[in-house]
C-alpha cells in the first residue's frame, strides 16, 4: 500500500478490507429514501428536543425576571400567558442556530459511534451524501429563521413589551416628553405626548440651517401626517430667527401649516422607530428609512447599513451551524460527541467575537457596512463549505 492510500486509510479508519469494497462501489447522488427519512428523522427528533430544552430555560428565565412586576400590578394569569407567548417566537429566532448546531453534531456523532457513517460509505454514499436530509433542513430552519427575524419576531416584541408596560408598569402606549432628531440633522421635534394612532397635540419643531444655526421654529396644538403624506400643524405659533440664530423676530399665528416630504421627509413610523434601538428594527423597516432619508447623517447611516447588513447575514447562521457541524462531529468517529461539541464551541465563540469586532469597526465608518456586515458569515460559510468538502469521502 502506497503512502496515499495509507494515509487516507488512516484518515477514514476504514480497515483493508473496507477501504478495498470502499473502491469499488460506486458513489451514489440520487434520492435514497431509507436513508435519507432515517437521517432526517433522527436529525429531526435531537433538534426538537434541543430547542422544547432550550425554550423552556428561556420561558423560565422570563418568568423569574418579569413575574414579580406583573403580581405588583395585580396582573391577570391571562395576560401573563399572553406575555409569555408572544416572548417564545424571539426565543426560538434566539436558540436555532445553537439547537441547529447541536442537533447536527448529536445526529452525525451517533451515526459515527454506531459505526453507520462507515457503513454509509462502504455502501458508496459519502459523508456529504449522508447528510444531504440534514443539509436541505439547514435551508429550511434558514427560511424559517428569516421569516422569524423579519416578520414575526419584530411585531411579537413590540406586543410583548406593550403588555408588559401597562400590566406590569402602569405606562400607556403614549410616549411622554419625545424628542426625535430628524435623520438629515435639520430638525428636532418635542411632543408632550406621541401616540402614532392619533393627531399628536402641543407640538414643537426647531429648523436649522446648513451652519447649524437656529432657522425658525414653530409651536402647533395639533400635529398630524394626513393621507396626502404631508404634514399638517393646526393653530401654529411660528418664530423666525436671525442670520446668527440669536435673535427671534415677531411671531406668526398660522391656523394651518403644512409642509410635504421634501421639506420635512420624517413619518410617524420614524419618529417611532427612534424609540427602539437600532438592532431591533427589521431589516426591511432599516431599509425604507434610509431610502426615504437620503441626506442622513454618514455616521448615522454607517450605524444604519452595518446593522442593515448584520441582520441579513443573522439567519444564515442556521446554514453555517450544518456545514460546521457534520465534518466536526464525524472527525473523530469512535471517540463520542464531546471533541466536536467542544471545537464547535470554540468555533462559535470565535465567530461571536469577530462579528462584535467588525460589527463596532462598521459603525465607527472604519470599514464599510457591507464588509462589517457580511464578511464573518461569509469566512465560516466558507470555512464549513470547505471542511464539508475536505470529509466528503
Given at each position: 500500500?502506497?503512502?496515499?492510500k495509507?494515509?487516507f486509510?488512516?484518515?477514514?479508519?476504514?480497515?483493508?478490507?473496507?477501504?478495498a469494497?470502499?473502491?469499488?462501489?460506486?458513489?451514489?447522488?440520487?434520492?435514497?429514501?431509507?436513508?435519507?427519512?432515517?437521517?432526517?428523522r433522527?436529525?429531526?427528533?435531537?433538534?426538537?428536543?434541543?430547542?422544547?430544552v432550550f425554550?423552556?430555560?428561556?420561558?423560565?428565565?422570563?418568568?423569574?425576571?418579569?413575574?414579580?412586576?406583573?403580581?405588583?400590578?395585580?396582573?391577570?394569569?391571562?395576560?401573563i400567558?399572553?406575555?409569555?407567548?408572544?416572548?417564545?417566537?424571539?426565543?426560538?429566532?434566539?436558540?436555532?442556530?445553537?439547537?441547529?448546531?447541536?442537533?447536527?453534531?448529536?445526529?452525525?456523532?451517533?451515526?459515527?459511534?454506531?459505526?453507520?457513517?462507515?457503513?454509509m460509505?462502504?455502501?458508496?454514499?459519502?459523508?456529504?451524501?449522508?447528510?444531504?436530509?440534514i443539509?436541505?433542513?439547514?435551508?429550511?430552519?434558514?427560511?424559517?429563521?428569516?421569516?422569524?427575524?423579519?416578520?414575526?419576531?419584530?411585531?411579537?416584541?413590540?406586543?410583548?413589551?406593550?403588555?408588559?408596560?401597562?400590566?406590569?408598569?402602569?405606562k400607556?402606549?403614549?410616549?411622554?416628553?419625545?424628542?426625535y432628531?430628524?435623520?438629515?440633522?435639520?430638525?428636532?421635534?418635542?411632543?408632550?405626548?406621541?401616540?402614532?394612532?392619533?393627531?399628536?397635540?402641543?407640538?414643537?419643531?426647531?429648523?436649522?440651517?446648513?451652519?447649524?444655526?437656529?432657522?425658525?421654529?414653530?409651536?402647533?396644538?395639533?400635529?398630524?401626517?394626513?393621507?396626502?403624506?404631508?404634514?399638517h400643524?393646526?393653530?401654529?405659533?411660528?418664530t423666525r430667527?436671525?442670520?446668527?440664530?440669536?435673535?427671534?423676530?415677531?411671531?406668526?399665528?398660522?391656523?394651518?401649516?403644512?409642509?410635504?416630504?421634501?421639506e420635512m421627509?420624517?413619518?410617524?413610523?420614524?419618529?417611532?422607530?427612534?424609540?427602539?434601538?437600532?438592532?431591533?428594527?427589521?431589516s426591511?423597516?432599516?431599509?425604507?428609512?434610509?431610502?426615504?432619508?437620503?441626506?442622513?447623517?454618514?455616521?448615522?447611516?454607517?450605524?444604519?447599513?452595518t446593522?442593515f447588513?448584520?441582520?441579513?447575514?443573522f439567519?444564515?447562521?442556521?446554514?453555517?451551524?450544518?456545514?460546521?457541524?457534520v465534518?466536526?462531529?464525524?472527525?473523530?468517529e469512535?471517540?463520542?460527541?464531546?471533541?466536536?461539541?467542544?471545537?464547535?464551541?470554540?468555533?462559535?465563540?470565535?465567530?461571536?467575537?469577530?462579528?462584535?469586532?467588525?460589527?463596532?469597526?462598521?459603525?465607527?465608518?472604519?470599514?464599510?457596512?457591507?464588509?462589517?456586515?457580511?464578511?464573518?458569515?461569509?469566512?465560516?460559510?466558507?470555512?464549513?463549505?470547505?471542511?464539508?468538502?475536505?470529509?466528503?469521502?
Amino acid at each position: 500500500m502506497t503512502n496515499g492510500k495509507f494515509n487516507f486509510w488512516k484518515r477514514t479508519g476504514l480497515s483493508k478490507a473496507e477501504l478495498a469494497r470502499l473502491n469499488t462501489v460506486p458513489r451514489r447522488w440520487g434520492f435514497l429514501p431509507t436513508i435519507d427519512w432515517y437521517v432526517l428523522r433522527e436529525f429531526l427528533i435531537k433538534t426538537c428536543i434541543l430547542i422544547f430544552v432550550f425554550i423552556v430555560l428561556f420561558t423560565l428565565g422570563n418568568v423569574f425576571d418579569k413575574l414579580d412586576d406583573f403580581f405588583e400590578r395585580n396582573a391577570s394569569w391571562s395576560t401573563i400567558m399572553q406575555y409569555l407567548l408572544l416572548r417564545l417566537p424571539g426565543n426560538i429566532r434566539f436558540v436555532l442556530p445553537i439547537t441547529t448546531l447541536l442537533g447536527c453534531i448529536w445526529t452525525m456523532a451517533t451515526f459515527g459511534k454506531n459505526l453507520e457513517i462507515t457503513a454509509m460509505r462502504a455502501s458508496g454514499v459519502s459523508l456529504f451524501r449522508s447528510a444531504g436530509s440534514i443539509l436541505l433542513m439547514g435551508v429550511v430552519i434558514t427560511a424559517g429563521n428569516i421569516y422569524l427575524n423579519e416578520l414575526l419576531v419584530p411585531y411579537t416584541e413590540r406586543e410583548a413589551q406593550a403588555i408588559y408596560e401597562v400590566a406590569a408598569e402602569g405606562k400607556t402606549s403614549v410616549q411622554h416628553l419625545l424628542t426625535y432628531r430628524s435623520s438629515d440633522l435639520k430638525r428636532t421635534w418635542l411632543f408632550l405626548s406621541f401616540d402614532i394612532n392619533h393627531a399628536n397635540e402641543n407640538v414643537m419643531v426647531k429648523s436649522f440651517r446648513a451652519d447649524g444655526t437656529l432657522d425658525w421654529d414653530i409651536f402647533a396644538r395639533r400635529a398630524t401626517m394626513k393621507e396626502d403624506d404631508r404634514w399638517h400643524f393646526e393653530n401654529v405659533i411660528r418664530t423666525r430667527y436671525s442670520r446668527d440664530g440669536l435673535m427671534p423676530k415677531a411671531p406668526e399665528r398660522i391656523r394651518d401649516l403644512q409642509f410635504d416630504r421634501t421639506e420635512m421627509q420624517e413619518t410617524p413610523q420614524d419618529i417611532l422607530n427612534t424609540i427602539k434601538d437600532e438592532e431591533e428594527l427589521p431589516s426591511w423597516v432599516i431599509f425604507e428609512l434610509l431610502q426615504r432619508n437620503e441626506k442622513i447623517a454618514p455616521k448615522l447611516k454607517a450605524i444604519y447599513w452595518t446593522v442593515f447588513y448584520y441582520r441579513l447575514s443573522f439567519p444564515w447562521a442556521c446554514l453555517f451551524a450544518v456545514f460546521l457541524g457534520v465534518p466536526l462531529a464525524t472527525r473523530n468517529e469512535r471517540s463520542g460527541i464531546m471533541l466536536a461539541i467542544v471545537s464547535a464551541v470554540a468555533v462559535i465563540i470565535g465567530y461571536i467575537v469577530l462579528s462584535e469586532i467588525f460589527l463596532v469597526l462598521g459603525k465607527q465608518g472604519m470599514i464599510p457596512p457591507a464588509v462589517a456586515g457580511l464578511t464573518p458569515m461569509t469566512a465560516f460559510l466558507i470555512y464549513g463549505g470547505y471542511r464539508i468538502f475536505y470529509r466528503r469521502t
